[in-house]
């Protein structure tokens, strides 16, 4: 159901206005959103899973299988000549009780597209099976693997949305922690960066935002660490201690309730003296970059130039 109402929509939108477009998007994104937040959390998974077949389907794109010590992984590539030398570490969003590599190939193709890159996406356990730091601990296993291979830190982007832009931020901050050499840089899509939910527009944004609420992320935050201090660092990267930090790049659309998680991260880390870039995009939702929609590829074009401008 959710492919066919999606090939639907995408066939009325290529024939309405930019304006029109853009509110039937809207109206899209609410309606699937609706059927994958199921409180069943396997429905919701699954459903998750058939969106990103269906818009991470490309003939372009090379998937290939990899097992990172007991965590299923992928390889996403361009199937052409390609830059080598640096590679890619995408962490999938997903509130760390939902979402995959297949999910995140809605974006992870698009990444690798843009970038003429390797990503390497991994499946990383989840909540409320696994909680906090279950996630953590298997996102310093892939940056352990990536290692393994023969890549220095500096060769390694480490990418990531929503729940995902979280993971990013925990796993540098704990490099970090452990006095081990940070990546390049960072790339973070609407990045749940505060559990505590501090920020303003959790409520200015509550009316316009189609596809987060405060009930969907109380039950993310019950699943994955409750009974923990969301003040934690490595809960809530929002508080941690970002001097020394990579250069990061930051998207966020202005129809979302975690903006100020975003603007709230941008001034802490401009306040570290970190490289920082934000940029919010005027009409858009959260992870908007996912949708097939020319805003969305021209935010990961501006993604590849952030990414190309740091590895030079």
Known sequence: MVIEMTIHHKVLLKKASPG???QSMMGLIRKVHGMIESTDIEKHRQSQDHVG??????????IR??????????????????MKKYVILYCHGGGYSTGSCLYARTLTTKIASSTSMDVLCFDYRLAPENPYPAAINDAMAAWNYLMLLGYGARDVIVAGDSAGGNMALSLVLKLKEEERILPRGLVLMSPWSDLTSSGKTHKSRAEVDPVLDAQYLDRMIHNYVEGQDLNNPLISPLFGD?????????????????LSDSTMLHK???????????DIFEGMWHVFQMSPLKTAYDAMEKNAEFIYDICR
Do not use: C
Request: glycine residues 6%; proline residues 3%; hydrophobic residues 40%.
């Open 242 to 258: 970002f001097t020394g930090f990579p250069p990061t790049y930051i998207q966020v659309g202005n129809n979302e309730i975690l």
């Open 53 to 62: 077949a269906l818009l991470g389907n490309s003939k372009e794109i090379l």
């Open 20 to 22: 029109t477009r853009n």
């Open 268 to 278: 802490k880390l401009i306040e570290a003296n970190v490289s920082v870039k934000l």
């Open 65 to 82: 299988s990899v097992k990172i010590q007991d965590m299923e992984g992928e390889w996403v590539s361009v199937n052409r000549a390609h």
